[in-house]
């Protein structure tokens, strides 16, 4: 029973928060406190040691720490910086962290490519009339939380998470 928590809870909310943030240009707050939940709940679950629990606690500290450094200077949201901590507690000290970071990083700048592209391009009047995509072309933002995601679903597979249901 558990193994449907470890193949549906992380998934279902790295795909939410690139959605939402999507959509709305938020992160609620609520995405990173169950991934924290979340994890605590699993690392019990599948009985990992205070030592191994303690790594993955200082990879998400890491994270927020560079992460909040990157807000201080207007370079990433604070949802975004939230998410990527909170990711990175499931990664934990490990070479799936170092993946990650790459993977949202090169993601992350597609995505800004795309989006910088896509700004500088007229909007036919039926897609001008949803508002979503307004807030999107009219914004300075970009929605990194889709990068974020999506590293997320692509690193996921290959963590001890999903390698001990397999096995």
């Known amino acids: 029973m558990f193994e449907y928590f470890l193949m549906i809870f992380f998934p279902f909310l790295m795909i ?8 709305s240009m938020t992160i609620p707050n609520l995405v990173s406190m169950l991934l924290i939940s979340g994890f605590v709940v699993a690392a019990y679950a599948v009985g990992l040691d205070f030592s191994t629990i303690l790594w993955h606690f200082i990879a998400f500290a890491v994270v927020l720490g560079f992460g909040f450094a990157l807000f201080a200077i207007g370079q990433m949201g604070a949802g975004d ?6 990711t990175a507690l499931w990664f934990g000290w490990s070479f799936h962290l170092m993946e990650y970071i790459l993977m949202f990083s090169i993601i992350g ?4 490519i795309a989006f910088i ?3 500088a391009r007229f909007v036919p009047q039926f897609v001008g009339e949803v508002e979503w995509f307004v807030r999107l072309y009219n914004s300075n933002k970009y929605p990194y939380g889709l990068a974020l995601g999506a590293a ?3 690193v996921y597979p290959s963590t001890f998470w999903m390698q001990s249901i397999i096995v």
């Open 16 to 23: 939410y928060s690139g959605a939402s943030d999507l959509f």
């Open 81 to 86: 910086v939230k998410l990527a901590a909170s």
């Open 109 to 112: 700048a597609i995505v800004t």
């Open 117 to 119: 592209f896509a700004r």
């Open 152 to 154: 997320g679903l692509l």
